[in-house]
């Protein structure tokens, strides 16, 4: 089965009843837990983003709170975890300031660890490349907002 495009949806959506609107999001919901998680956010947490982003960096430090720093390869699959973890709920919220906050908050848990991780050129890499998406999530921004999180930035570096 060929999926069908995202205006042909929008499409057939719109000739939809709310009725079956509403069965339409909960079937979808219940076939994967990133689709219900998406739509948690949609409904609850989408109008209140810095209680969303409370979370998100309480989840990201109980993740870092976990990480095994008796070898790099161990922490390195914490690190990765966290990385995901983050990518998936900046996913969901769409919003570069959300992007920048949560990318911001994954690098200062990243530098506080018990680990020498520059030595570690994966881990380098890894810290390297959030660092970039934040400096070019920033350059997207308006000029007031750069210069608050280029203040943050900086820190990092």
């Not at 995202?6 to 509403?22: G, R």
């Not at 095994?68 to 922490?75: G, L, R, Y």
């Not at 914490?78 to 906050?101: M, P, Q, S």
Request: proline share 1%.
């Amino acid at each position: 089965m060929k999926a069908a495009s995202a205006s042909e949806i929008k499409k057939e959506l719109k000739t939809l009843e709310h009725k079956d609107l509403v069965e339409l999001c909960l079937r979808l919901s219940r076939y994967k837990k990133e689709n219900k998680e998406l739509l948690t956010f949609l409904l609850y947490e989408a109008d209140n983003l810095p209680h969303y982003i409370a979370s998100v960096k309480e989840e990201l430090d109980e993740i870092f709170a976990g990480v095994n720093t008796s070898s790099v390869f161990f922490a390195k699959k914490t690190i990765r975890k966290a990385l995901r973890t983050a990518n998936k709920y900046i996913r969901y919220a769409g919003d570069k300031t959300v992007e920048i906050e949560i990318l911001l908050h994954f690098c200062t848990d990243f530098q506080g660890m018990r680990l020498d991780w520059k030595r570690s050129s994966l881990l380098s890499r890894i810290y390297d490349n959030q660092v970039k998406k934040i400096a070019a999530a920033i350059e997207t921004l308006h000029e007031d907002l750069q210069y608050d999180y280029r203040r943050s930035f900086d820190r990092l570096k």
